[in-house]
C-alpha cells in the first residue's frame, strides 16, 4: 500500500515496505497527504536489479556508516553500509522519475537515503535541500548558515528567547524553492536531533553565515561571497557530478540574485541575535 506526501510542493508517493519502516521516522507524518497524481515515486527495488557504478563520484562517512555515491546507466547510485550490517542501496531511474531502495532500512540510514533522494529528483525544479537552521519572524524566514559546531542553532535559540515572535521553522534541512520568481523556505521531515517537522513555507528573507569570533560584527557579502557561504551546504555529493552540479549553481544563482546574504562573526550572545534582526529587518 503507498502512502502519498507534499515536500515543498513536490508531490511523491513511497510504497511498502518502506512505509512501514516510515512509521518510526516521526518527521514524515506532517507531510502526508490523500492520494493525488504524483511527480515521483520511492520503491522497492531488488537485489537482482540493483545497478553497478558507471564512475564512483564520492565517499561519505557518518555515525558508524560508510558509504559511496556515483552514476549509473541513466541515473545514480548511492550504498550505505554501517559496520557490521547490512547495506541500504538507493538507485534513481530518471526516465521512470523513480528513486529505488533495497536493503536495510534503519531509520537512520533511510532518513538520509530518502533526503538524497528526493535531492536528485528535485534538483532541476528549482529546489535544494539546504544544511542550514531557519527562523521565521514576521512571516519571513531566515536561514543560518556554518559548519557543524559553529553555532547555528544556538543562534537560532537566542532569536526564540529574546526576538519576540522569533520561532523555529527547521533546525537541519529547509527545503529551498523558487517559485513565481519568489524565493520560499519550506519546513521538512529533516530537522537533525530538533523535533521540529513543520509542513509550512515563507518567503525567505536573507541568509546569514556564521562564525565564532570574540565579538559581533555583521558584514554584506558580494555575490561571489554569498555562493562561497551557501555552496557548502548543499549536498556535497552533487558538487561531482556535472548535471547534478548545474541544477545546484541554477538554483543558488536565482536565490542569490533576489537574497541578501550576510557574514555574522559573534559570540554565543542575546546582542548577536538582536545585531543579526535588525540588519534582515531594518
Known sequence: MKQY???????????SPICEALKRLPGFQPFRIEKTDIDFNFSEGKEMDIPLFAKELYTLEFEDVKGAF???TGGYLMCLTPEGKDCLYL???ITNRTVYLYGNYEPYLLRYAIWVGYGIMT???????????CIVYHDKAVLFLGESGTGKSTHTRLWQE?????????????II???NEKIWAYGSPWSGKTPCYKNERYELQGCVRLSQAPYNQIQKLTILQSIGALHPSCAPQFAYDENLYNGVSHTLDGILSAI?????ACLPNKEAAL???KTLFV
Open 5 to 15: 506526501y507534499n515536500i515543498a510542493g513536490h508531490k511523491l508517493s513511497i510504497s
Open 123 to 133: 534538483v532541476h525544479h528549482h529546489t535544494l535541500a539546504i544544511h542550514t537552521s
Open 260 to 264: 541578501p546574504c550576510y557574514h555574522l
Open 162 to 174: 529574546h526576538i519576540s515572535g522569533a520561532v523555529l521553522l527547521n533546525d537541519d534541512s529547509p
Open 70 to 72: 556515483g552514476t549509473t
Open 275 to 277: 545585531l543579526s534582526c
Open 91 to 93: 538507485w534513481t531511474n
Open 177 to 179: 524553492r523558487i517559485e
